[in-house]
């Protein structure tokens, strides 16, 4: 199971970069995948995500507006559009895919349980 | 509010027991995940649902929610646990933040 992120560069303030996220080794349509970055010297930060479908997205407020989500399940991969770019978007951005453990309540709880490596992001003039 | 907030750092001396706490109204509602984060690694989570280990993770990390408050529990602490961890969890409207991290030392 492994998740590959690729698509990071340096780009110009006001500048657009898709990322991609490949999955392989797991039934790519079954999860809901998500975006989460970290800036230089910050936290995690968690950006959008995306239901197996693709119907439900959801977005961060502070990239609402500027970045999309979507997926190609036919091609086990998830994309993050990236427009009107900020110098705050620099980061290293990971991808990761939403799983599930089942507790003993026989509840399922769903994390994030296998990460990419991450693609950096470096907005700047 | 969606927010988490996490003490900024703690440190504990090796063998010893170190507790991290999450603050969030979210919390009142949904579950926690934790995920511990070293430099120039993707995280890993290690605990998930408030208080279950995903596969793989030693049993000295531990987790427990109370009210708006999630903690994690390191009992014996390796070197191997010196990172930053962070609280996960989401909101009503769908949103998963993450708590703004705490750093662990282990001396």
């Known amino acids: 199971v492994q998740l590959v992120e690729s698509g990071g560069s340096l780009v110009q303030p006001g500048g657009s970069l898709r990322l991609s996220c490949a999955g392989s080794?797991?039934?790519?349509?079954?999860?809901?995948m998500r975006w989460v970055r970290q800036a230089p010297g910050k936290g995690l930060e968690w950006v959008a995500a995306?239901?197996?479908?693709?119907?439900?997205?959801n977005y961060a407020d502070s990239v609402q507006g500027r970045l999309t989500i979507s997926r190609d399940n036919s091609k086990s991969t998830m994309y993050l559009q990236m427009n009107g770019l900020r110098v705050e978007d620099t980061a290293v951005y990971y991808c990761?895919?939403?799983?599930?453990?089942?507790?003993?309540?026989?509840?399922?709880?769903?994390?994030?349980?296998?990460w990419g490596k991450g693609t950096t992001v470096t907005v700047a003039s | 509010s969606s927010e988490l907030t996490q003490d900024p750092a703690v440190s504990v001396a090796l063998g010893q027991t170190v507790r991290i706490t999450c603050q969030g109204d979210?919390?009142?509602?949904?579950?926690a995940n934790w995920f511990q984060h070293k430099p120039g690694q993707a995280p890993v989570a290690v605990i998930c649902?408030?208080?279950n280990r995903p596969p793989g993770i030693p049993d000295r990390f531990s987790g427990s929610t109370s009210g708006s408050t999630a903690s994690l529990t390191i009992t014996g602490a390796q070197a191997d646990d010196e990172a930053d961890y962070y609280c996960?969890?989401?909101?009503?409207?769908?949103?998963?933040?993450f708590g703004t991290g705490t750093r662990v030392t282990v001396l």
């Open positions: 990761a895919r939403e799983g599930y453990v089942v507790g003993p309540d026989r509840y399922y709880y769903y994390y994030l349980d296998v």
């Open positions: 080794g797991f039934n790519f349509e079954n999860n809901a």
């Open positions: 995306i239901s197996g479908p693709g119907g439900t997205i």
């Open positions: 979210s919390l009142r509602t949904y579950p």
């Open positions: 649902g408030n208080d």
């Open positions: 996960n969890s989401r909101d009503s409207r769908g949103n998963h933040p």
